[in-house]
């Protein structure tokens, strides 16, 4: 499931009620999974930061997949980030995935007086600190942005080498990385099919690398109605609003200052059940994802309208597409990528 970002006006306990509503909806419609993105010092939107929240939906919603998706490692220190993940892990019977990406909002960077500058090797070293963490004790490191001497945690995490580590991407560069250190590529809701196409080739390079094949997880951006028309009424003003954030928070990979219609093109599946089932096929063909998410709402959406949209996809598209995609894991509903 998509954990929502809420406009400011919505009081604390309003916007929790919602995320827990959707939630709840999502594994009632046949959804298996339920994900959570990080950002800091938002000043126009408000979001749960997810691993809080993620260990409040292990306990509401067992037998789920959780996720975050993703968590901004550069800005965090791996110990930290190795424990409460590992501990999260035993909470939801080992059925954590560890997304990470590198962060892009100097302004975050700022708030934790951290050199945006260092975000790669922080990131890098990171992703090595926690997996030695969860797989041995006595660790010890000497890097240039940490250094340990004879750490162990504990508990470790309920999966024996822990859980995946994930990866987004929007540069070449970074998807090269993903390929070299991660378990899959987190394709963003942003990315259009053009820029998948060129980051696809570094994924795979970087995966081969380490003698791979690599895997992808697909996200989209999902509005679904009785028809056409409809959907595109309930999304059009939502989707808009949160790609001019992007525009103003910097969001690197490709340009956002486009009409509706261009950004609609190989991003957004909206429309009736027939069209969205015709387009998500169409993904499946070219890209054999591992997993499927969407993101089904955005800041200033009525939760009636999103709940409905929920509600028909899995009704009348998820069976459509069986237990599971390429014989892999099923379909899942995530949060936002942002």
């Not at 995609?325 to 949060?335: C, E, I, K, L, M």
């Amino acid at each position: 499931m998509f954990v929502p970002v809420f406009t400011h006006n919505f009081s604390q306990g309003q916007a929790l009620r919602e995320v827990l509503e959707q939630a709840d909806c999502a594994k009632k419609s046949g959804f298996d999974s339920l994900w959570a993105a990080q950002h800091h010092v938002t000043d126009t939107e408000q979001m749960f930061q997810p691993l809080p929240l993620l260990a409040r939906f292990s306990g509401d919603f067992p037998g789920m997949t959780l996720g975050t998706s993703s968590l901004l490692l550069s800005l965090l220190n791996p110990v930290d980030v190795a424990e409460q993940v590992a501990n999260i892990d035993i909470l939801c019977g080992g059925k954590f995935i560890l997304g990470v990406s590198i962060g892009y909002r100097e302004k975050e960077f700022q708030a934790f007086n951290l050199p945006k500058k260092h975000r790669v090797g922080r990131l890098v070293e990171g992703v090595e600190i926690i997996r030695r963490l969860w797989t041995q004790d006595h660790v010890s490191f000497n890097g240039r942005h940490f250094n340990l001497d004879d750490v162990s945690i504990n508990p470790k995490p309920l999966q024996k080498t822990g859980p995946e580590i994930w990866m987004g991407a929007d540069t070449e560069p970074g998807a090269l990385r993903a390929g070299e250190i991660g378990d899959a590529w987190m394709i963003s809701p942003r990315q259009s099919m053009v820029h998948i196409r060129k980051l696809l080739a570094k994924y795979k390079e970087g995966a081969a690398k380490r003698g791979k094949k690599g895997k992808l997880l697909l996200m989209r951006e999902l509005h679904v109605a009785e028809t056409n028309e409809d959907a595109l009424n309930g999304a059009k003003p939502f989707l808009k609003r949160m790609y001019e954030t992007y525009m103003k928070w910097g969001q690197p990979g490709e340009k956002y200052d486009l009409s509706f219609e261009e950004l609609a093109e190989g991003r957004y599946i909206v429309g009736d059940p027939r069209t969205c089932i015709q387009e998500l096929h169409d993904y499946v063909k070219e890209l054999q994802p591992a997993h499927i998410s969407f993101r089904v709402t955005w800041p200033g959406m009525k939760h009636t309208s999103t709940m409905s949209s929920i509600r028909l996809f899995g009704k009348k598209i998820i069976p459509e597409f069986g237990e599971k995609v390429n014989g892999s894991q099923r379909r899942t509903y995530p949060a936002p990528l942002v």
